[in-house]
């Protein structure tokens, strides 16, 4: 017998079917999808017709149901916002700080902040005498060390130590913290019943008590007289016009001066003071503002450098309009993680893709372990109503890159200087005070030429971005006030004075004689 015959196995195509090519077959399956869409919407409207007819369905309540949608999609028919209890206070205090109420307020906050500096300083005080009770004790400790004692014994009251500090910190913390609460609370409902009193005088108590407050503040700040140092300012002030065709004038100041003096209060009730307090009170809710850029490194918090003593600045005084510092700077970790999140994901993605095609995952690693950092050239803002001479804190990042001597144009840092005038620009800060050398202390490798070519690129930058402010905000007079650290020279500062009207286009005087 020879070998079985092999299973014919026949194979029907799409031409066998009557369907034409691959391409025929989905513009046949495109077109069936489709009509039996149509047949279906055709199906359910007519379903509905038929129970609108029938009487199934409340012509009434459908028709309120659809005017309901529709006036809650449009924005025409939207209801207006209803006040928040932050703008009532805003509108109330604004009047009354425009008003003969004035002095009346600031007295009264003073008394607030010369409260919250005692309690402050009975807190520096236990603190000091809690570290110097421990010191002896350590000394004590370390005599014995090899004789009596071992090195754990050490470490065990080191952790003591430690640990009697966190709890005496966490007590004075909770303690200011609940008394600010308080003097808040109680300013607000002062405030809007001084408000209301005003607006009725009859029956008003308010007025008799306000009249004591001046005398009782000036004998309270002549008992504790706690005055801030002040180091002898250098400034020079320049007027000057940018602009191709529409020039637009512009204040600039050269200081030399500490960034946190423009924050600091004095306990002193001089008028000088009293001044500066009460122009930063009149334009809190205006198109006025004053800002101050910080450098701080990649951390959001205030546990150390400039940021731990712009914080201790914050909680000297009750801010009365804005949230505290500390509550300030978690609500930008809870963004900025948000932020990172969305970055990483985007990251991962792009790193998932560039993998299967033999990419690298060092971006990725980069990323994780800055995964809860902000980069240099970014900047977080914070709102303060309590210090003495601005409303905003840009808080620029930067990195030891800056202490460097060949930063260009591009650098982050400047870059994060020219979107901070951008968002000056949108949001009514007119006043904006910046490090010129972009550090806040002086070291040394920071020599004369060092200095001179920072402050060259520093102030060509700023001129260009300044210039760019006219597109943005369509020219408005802004203050640009550039500081230098405390302990730069007289000489220094007067080179530096020298250099700007070079750069800048400063403003000539015209002196006009008569001929007589």
Request: proline residues 3%; charged residues 25%; glycine residues 4%.
């Amino acid at each position: 017998m020879g070998p079985a015959p092999r299973p014919v196995v026949r194979t029907r195509t799409a031409d066998s079917w009557g369907l034409g090519t691959r391409g025929d077959l989905k513009e046949t399956l495109s077109r069936f999808i489709e009509e039996e869409s149509h047949r279906d919407y055709d199906r359910e409207a007519e379903a509905a017709l038929e129970a609108v007819k029938s009487g199934e369905v409340d012509l009434h309540q459908l028709a309120g149901t659809w005017a309901k949608a529709y006036a809650e999609t449009t924005l025409e028919h939207a209801r207006p916002e209803e006040p928040s209890w932050d703008e009532d206070f805003a509108d109330v205090y604004h009047d009354l700080i425009h008003s003969p109420a004035s002095e009346t307020l600031l007295n009264l906050e003073h008394n607030y902040f010369v409260s919250i500096s005692e309690l402050i300083g009975e807190r520096d005080v236990e603190l000091k005498k809690l570290r110097e009770r421990q010191g002896i004790e350590m000394e004590k400790v370390m005599q014995e060390l090899g004789k009596s004692l071992t090195d754990q014994d050490v470490n065990t009251l080191a952790a003591q130590h430690f640990e009697s500090q966190q709890d005496l910190e966490n007590k004075w913390s909770n303690e200011l913290k609940q008394s600010t609460a308080i003097q808040k609370q109680e300013y607000q409902e002062w405030v809007i019943k001084l408000h209301q009193d005003l607006k009725n005088p009859i029956n008003s108590s308010l007025s008799e008590e306000i009249k004591v407050q001046p005398s009782q503040f000036r004998e309270s700040a002549e008992a504790n007289g706690r005055v801030y140092e002040e180091q002898r300012k250098l400034e020079e002030s320049f007027t000057i016009h940018l602009g191709a065709q529409l020039k637009t004038m512009h204040n600039l100041r050269l200081l030399r001066a500490d960034m946190l003096d423009f924050c600091k209060h004095r306990r002193n009730h001089r008028s000088g003071v009293k001044l500066h307090r009460l122009q930063t009170a009149l334009s809190l809710y205006s198109t006025s503002l004053c800002g101050l850029v910080l450098l701080v490194d990649n951390r959001i918090n205030s546990y150390s450098g400039i940021k731990r003593d712009f914080a201790t600045v914050c909680q000297e005084c009750t801010d009365f309009h804005f949230p505290r510092i500390e509550e300030q700077l978690e609500v930008v970790q809870q963004v900025v993680l948000y932020a990172r999140t969305q970055r990483r994901s985007r990251l991962k993605e792009s790193h998932d893709s560039g993998s299967r095609n033999g990419g690298s995952d060092d971006k990725t690693k980069t990323a994780d372990r800055n995964y809860l950092n902000i980069l240099p050239g970014e900047f977080y803002i914070t709102r303060h109503s309590n210090l003495s001479e601005i409303h905003v804190a840009f808080h620029l990042c930067v990195d030891d890159n800056v202490k460097s001597g060949n930063i260009t144009a591009r650098d982050p840092a400047i870059m994060g200087l020219r979107n901070i005038l951008k968002v000056c620009c949108t949001h009514d800060i007119t006043t904006v005070s910046i490090p010129l050398l972009l550090v806040h202390d002086m070291s040394e490798e920071m020599t004369i030429p060092w200095c001179l070519r920072r402050a060259e690129l520093v102030f060509k930058c700023v001129k260009g971005f300044m210039m760019e402010m006219a597109s943005w905000d369509g020219g408005i007079s802004r203050t640009v006030q550039f500081l230098v650290p405390q302990s730069i020279s007289e000489e220094m500062f007067y080179q530096l004075s020298n250099m700007l009207p070079q750069i800048f286009r400063v403003s000539s005087t015209l002196t006009l004689t008569s001929k007589h």
